[in-house]
């Protein structure tokens, strides 16, 4: 209880003691975002679309996803790949206006950051976008992340289709702790032999690819909206699984009186290629379909989303058929002041080996990991508009569900002393569990001079079996903070805690994690129209968590770098 009043506390105590900076009112010189992104997956996003301070203004209540994170991290508002733990602190985009910009950085630990977005065409009915990104490590911890990519879009009368095709190449050596003998022989839980020097690659190399199209509707077009897309994903390890998937979404609606009929199709069509595994089964393909009808009630003061989620999978470990409700609410109590929203729904996951590698890039990319089945996702919260630009989300969530994973460390048996040790990669320990989330969030945005972010978060686990939910935090809290110093320079601040770790021994006991405590920093300065000058300091505290068992994440470390727009 002591714990959980800390973390009830510490939002409001951080909140009183911020101090509004009044600065002048002219924002052209940077524009900024401060976004807290949850388990980040790279796209390729429209060039076009530049983004600015989130102004706090009347909400529009969706549902608000509070699944556990491993971490938060606050991201670049366009043009991203997925961040490095040395890259973790935003960086500003070019002023708006401009076409395209090149941004470059170098910085300890030889971390090396570089982004390129070129306009190759740009005509007022298309577009065509080049973008190539890099993050990169070369030290001890070595890890670097690559993503190449083209965006077109073609705007029609009555919407607009687009095309994107990307490639990624992600490196990395393991750098966690290795207690193996190098000349000693283990198993693993599959009977697999192997030398201990022979367990880890020297470098792990990562591929992906990707490819999309679809259509949209105008949000002009009021009566009917239209959403086609396919879209095609590639992953490959030279160790491990190769997979294929392509998912096919079509989505239509139409408004009857003030209300709205639809439905929701998707097909996700999964392809495994086993013959890089080193010593799994061979993973078969498999397919889900989901089906997903609807009617929206849409009034003045209140909404409410009806509908239904049936899910038919072939998956050899997952549900044949697997039913969620879709009933989705949100109410006006005061005007413009107190919003209520809440839902009951549920959903089918197919843990891909992409999206899990992306999550645990240590994970073992021998074996395809199970899918996941939430039968019952009830949520509810109040959102609070108390003045102008300031916002208050409280809500709370209880899930069930089936085939949770928790990442557990692969357990090898040396032959000669029959003693079980940790190896450095990580297997996944389904269990079915119960979730009990609280959480709050405060925004505040004041004049595009000064804004901050503070969450907070309690997970509550209980599986059936009464283990661990291993490596989830128990409490969670998040700050961010832009200032505009002058009218060319910007400092933001953004921190991230999370306590209540625990992790599995190779005995079967649990050991506890260190807590994580991540302070980081960030200057920026607006030479001119044309060119601007960054400096990152990341963890402030040279705090050595671990973001998993056996694997601390960088020391402090800084970067400097410029950005120029043409």
């Known amino acids: 209880m002591k714990q959980l009043k800390y973390f009830l506390t510490g939002g409001l105590l951080l909140l009183s003691m911020m101090v509004a900076y009044a600065a002048s009112n002219d924002s052209t010189i940077i524009k900024r975002d401060v976004t807290i992104e949850k388990e980040y997956n790279p796209t390729i996003q429209d060039s076009k679309k530049i983004n600015e301070i989130p102004s706090v203004v009347e909400p529009e209540i969706k549902k608000v996803d509070i699944n556990y994170s491993t971490y938060s991290v606050v991201m670049d508002p366009a043009y991203q790949i997925r961040q490095l733990e040395s890259a973790r602190l935003t960086i500003p985009t070019l002023p708006t206006g401009k076409e395209g910009y090149f941004r470059l950085g170098m910085g300890t630990a030889w971390s090396t950051l570089a982004d390129l977005m070129l306009p190759i065409v740009n005509k007022p009915a298309y577009r065509l976008d080049l973008n190539l990104n890099h993050r990169g490590v070369f030290e001890e911890k070595m890890h670097h992340d690559n993503k190449a990519g083209l965006a077109y879009t073609h705007s029609l009368k009555s919407g607009?289709?687009?095309f994107n095709a990307g490639y990624g190449f992600e490196g990395f050596n393991y750098y966690g702790k290795n207690s193996l003998d190098s000349s000693a022989t283990y198993t693993n839980s599959e009977a697999a032999s192997f030398l201990g020097k022979n367990y880890l690659p020297s470098k792990a190399k990562i591929s992906t690819w990707d490819m999309s199209m679809g259509y949209n509707t105008l949000a002009s077009i009021k009566e009917h909206s239209l959403l086609v897309k396919i879209n095609?994903?590639?992953?490959?390890?030279?160790?491990?699984?190769?997979?294929?998937?392509?998912?096919?979404?079509?989505?239509?609606d139409k408004k009857i009186d003030e209300n709205k009929a639809g439905i929701d199709v998707r097909l996700q069509n999964l392809g495994y290629n086993s013959?890089?595994?080193?010593?799994?089964?061979?993973?078969?393909?498999y397919s889900i379909f989901t089906l997903n009808p609807f009617f929206a009630f849409e009034q003045k003061e209140w909404n409410l989303h009806l509908g239904i989620i049936t899910n038919f999978s072939k998956e050899s470990e997952g549900k044949g058929f697997a039913p969620t409700a879709d009933i989705i609410g949100q109410a006006t109590l005061i005007d413009k002041s107190i919003y209520a929203y809440g839902g009951i729904t549920g959903d089918y996951q197919a843990n891909t080996m992409n999206s899990m590698e992306s999550f645990n890039r240590y994970m073992n990319l021998n074996k395809k990991?199970?899918?996941?089945?939430?039968?019952?996702?009830?949520?509810?919260?109040?959102?609070?508009k108390l003045m102008y630009n300031f916002l208050i989300d409280m809500s709370v969530r209880y899930k069930t569900i089936k085939n949770q994973f928790f990442f557990v460390n692969d357990v090898l048996t040396n032959t000669t002393t029959g003693s079980s040790v940790l190896g450095n990669t990580f297997g996944a320990d389904y269990q079915d569990a119960n979730l009990f989330n609280a959480t709050y969030r405060i925004n505040y945005n004041y004049n595009q001079v000064f804004s901050f972010i503070i969450s907070g978060k309690y997970n509550s686990w209980k599986l059936q079996n009464g283990e661990q939910a291993w490596q989830m935090p128990k409490y969670?809290?998040?700050?961010?903070?832009?200032?505009?110093?002058?009218?060319?320079?910007?400092?933001?601040?953004?921190?991230?805690?999370?306590?209540?770790?625990?992790?599995?021994?190779?005995?079967?006991?649990?050991v506890s994690m260190k807590s994580i405590?991540?302070?980081?920093?960030?200057l920026f300065y607006a030479h001119s129209s044309r060119v601007s000058s960054f400096l990152k300091l990341n963890n402030l505290l040279g705090s050595h968590y671990e973001n998993w068992n056996g694997y601390e994440v960088l020391g402090f470390n800084a970067m400097f770098g410029l950005a120029f727009s043409f």
């Open 275 to 285: 013959s890089n595994v080193q010593y799994a089964a061979k993973q078969s393909n």
């Open 232 to 252: 095609y994903d590639g992953f490959a390890a030279p160790q491990g699984l190769t997979e294929n998937v392509i998912n096919t979404h079509i989505f239509y």
């Open 476 to 510: 969670e809290f998040d700050f961010g903070t832009d200032m505009k110093l002058t009218k060319r320079t910007t400092m933001n601040i953004y921190t991230h805690f999370a306590s209540g770790r625990k992790a599995l021994a190779a005995d079967g006991s649990a």
């Open 517 to 522: 405590a991540d302070i980081n920093f960030g």
């Open 369 to 384: 990991i199970k899918d996941t089945y939430t039968p019952f996702d009830t949520y509810g919260g109040l959102k609070l």
């Open 160 to 162: 607009e289709f687009g």
